[in-house]
Nanobody, 126 residues
Framework: QVHLGESGGGLVQAGASLRLSCAASGRSIDSYRMAWFRQAPGKEREFLAAITSSGAITYYADSVKGRFTISRDNANNTVYLQMNSLKLEDTAVYYC???????????????????WGQGTQVTVSS
């Protein structure tokens, strides 16, 4: 019942920054854990970051830790992914997702996702 719409993707050069937005509609997301994943052609969908319902706790994949920041604004029903120091290998479709909280956030995986956005393309050029 929660519908997610990502925006903010685009074409940038290596080293640049982008901020992705995930606008939720249909119902409030303030009770849900949220996450970002990405998928490149020929690759499996990859977990990037997760955030607890209040925004108090975040967790990142090693590949983006220190470069990406997940945040949320529950009053505006929106989740963000700030991406800095982008690399060529960051090129992918980025997906926002609603997750459950049945497992520790450090174990967040595809199995925990209940809703997906449509994705937004991020392309990083050398």
């Amino acid at each position: 019942q929660v519908h997610l719409g990502e925006s903010g993707g685009g074409l940038v050069q290596a080293g640049a920054s982008l901020r992705l937005s995930c606008a939720a509609s249909g119902r409030s997301i303030d009770s849900y854990r949220m996450a970002w994943f990405r998928q490149a052609p020929g690759k499996e969908r990859e977990f990037l970051a997760a955030i607890t319902s209040s925004g108090a706790i975040t967790y990142y994949a090693d590949s983006v830790k220190g470069r990406f920041t997940i945040s949320r604004d529950n009053a505006n029903n929106t989740v963000y992914l700030q991406m800095n120091s982008l690399k060529l290998e960051d090129t992918a479709v980025y997906y926002c997702a609603v997750g459950t909280s049945r497992r520790p956030i450090t174990a967040m995986s595809l199995a925990d996702i209940t809703s997906w956005g449509q994705g937004t393309q991020v392309t990083v050029s050398s």
